[in-house]
């Protein structure tokens, strides 16, 4: 299992479409599964740029994960976000579900991924909503970078400002070593 994780418009969906693509591996992105399912109250939740309550992402987490095959690699984009979501997802690693390969973590400015999200246009793409992610980003996803590193995962930092292609090499590069 490989983790995604960055900023809001970091590319965290383009470059694991591309990884998925290249090495056949299953990519699950948190972002579409919720977009898909969820509605109401967590909806609008959604589309202002709030986190959704952890105990229903890893059911949901949970459920999708459960539906792969063992001998599959999942690439899991925008999971984990939260030190909760972490260590659940570590539980089911030392309970031998999953076995965790790398983080990798897309860095990028808030003023560099905010032109790329003002182009891609998506519901969620308001000034409102990218300001709440952003700092839902710091004040969840940051410290569970650390977080993560200080607990037994290992997770590379990306310079996710630079040309697509460029990051999608680096980051082959950084699983060829693992
Ligand atoms: P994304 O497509 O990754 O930008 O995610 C879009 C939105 O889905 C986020 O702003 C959150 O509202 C929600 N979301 C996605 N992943 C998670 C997660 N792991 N925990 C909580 N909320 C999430």
Same mark, same amino acid.
């Given at each position: 299992m ?9 590319? $965290? ?10 090495? $056949?591996?299953h ?11 969820? !509605? ?28 792969i095959?063992?001998?599959?690699e999942v690439i ?5 976000? !939260? ?88 980051? !082959?590069?950084?699983? $060829?070593?693992?």
């Amino acid at each position: 299992m490989i983790l995604l994780m960055g900023i809001a418009g970091s590319g $965290k969906g383009t470059q694991g479409k591309m990884l998925a693509d290249q090495n $056949k591996m299953h990519l699950i992105s948190m972002g579409d599964v919720l977009r898909m399912y969820v !509605t109401g109250v967590q909806r609008e939740r959604m589309l202002a740029g709030g986190l959704l309550d952890d105990h229903e992402i890893i059911a949901i987490v949970g459920n999708v994960l459960a539906q792969i095959p063992d001998d599959e690699e999942v690439i899991l984009d925008g999971f984990p976000r !939260t030190i909760k979501q972490a260590e659940w997802l570590i539980d089911q690693v030392k309970a031998g579900k999953f076995s965790l390969k790398l983080g990798l973590h897309l860095v990028a400015s808030r003023s560099a991924v905010k032109q790329r999200l003002l182009k891609r246009g998506r519901l969620d793409d308001t000034e409102s909503a990218m300001e709440a992610r952003f700092d839902e980003y710091e004040r969840s996803t940051m410290p569970l970078i650390n977080w993560l590193n200080n607990n037994g995962v290992k997770v590379v930092n990306i310079d996710a400002e630079r040309p697509v292609e460029i990051v999608n090499k680096d980051i !082959t590069n950084n699983l $060829k070593l693992e």
